[in-house]
């Protein structure tokens, strides 16, 4: 099967910047995704990696090495309305293709 | 453009009743289906996905079933809840793009 792994909690202050770091593991990997989720709402889509590297989408950026099944989410100039879970999933053909969640990472930003 | 329409947005029921959850896509064709459900704090778990009318696969032996009875129409349903049944359920499609659009989701306490 599947698993991923990432922090539960990351707690920062406004201006700052947050690394949220997920590991995975799984066969016939292709791609790593990012959604964020305030409470209460739905989560929303916020980046996809198939290959090695960085990819840049405003404040946010997203990093994958597939070699070392590993993948991170990079929030800068932190601002309030970042407070949110922000769940890395995993795209793979042992799911069918399907998207596997990790459990979540809850960033706390404070003033 | 394409948006996705769940309701009820929220839904108390006794242990023991029947439960009906409908989601439905508008401006797409042959859209792939999915429900989710997640509990307070945690990550999201598939249920079931369907690719097509009738096509339906599921994730986790339970308690629910799903149905497509139409191209852009996804329930989710129960005969008899139980209290495990509480939770969050969302619905998200996709096609050929990598992300997921994610319904506004049901809070489901069963009582």
């Known amino acids: 099967g599947q698993s991923l792994e990432q922090p539960s909690e990351v707690t920062a202050v406004e201006g700052a910047i947050v690394q949220i770091n997920c590991t995975y593991q799984?066969?016939?990997?292709?791609?790593l995704s990012w959604y964020q989720q305030h409470d209460g709402g739905a989560p929303t889509f916020l980046s996809y990696?198939?290959?090695?590297g960085l990819e840049e989408t405003g404040r946010f950026s997203s990093f994958l090495s597939r070699s070392d099944s590993y993948g991170y989410l990079l929030l800068q100039e932190l601002q309030m309305k970042d407070s949110a879970s922000y769940f890395c999933?995993?795209?793979?053909?042992?799911?069918?293709?399907?998207?596997?969640f990790g459990g979540g990472t809850r960033v706390l930003v404070k003033p | 453009s394409q948006t996705i329409h769940q309701w009820p947005a929220t839904l108390v029921q006794p242990v023991g009743s029947p439960l009906s959850l409908e989601c439905t896509v508008e401006g797409t064709s042959n859209p792939n289906l999915y429900w989710y459900r997640q509990a307070a704090g945690r990550g999201l778990q598939l249920l079931f996905y369907?690719?097509?009318?009738?096509?339906i696969s599921s994730e986790v032996p339970q308690n629910l079933s799903a149905s497509r009875p139409q191209d852009r129409q996804f329930i989710l349903s129960s005969k008899k809840l139980l209290l495990s049944d509480s939770g969050f359920y969302l619905c998200?499609?996709?096609?050929?793009?990598?992300?997921?659009?994610f319904g506004s989701g049901t809070r489901l306490t069963v009582v």
């Open positions: 369907s690719v097509g009318i009738g096509q």
């Open positions: 799984t066969s016939g990997f292709y791609g």
């Open positions: 999933a995993v795209r793979a053909k042992a799911a069918g293709n399907k998207l596997t």
């Open positions: 998200a499609w996709n096609q050929a793009t990598y992300g997921y659009t």
């Open positions: 990696n198939a290959l090695d």
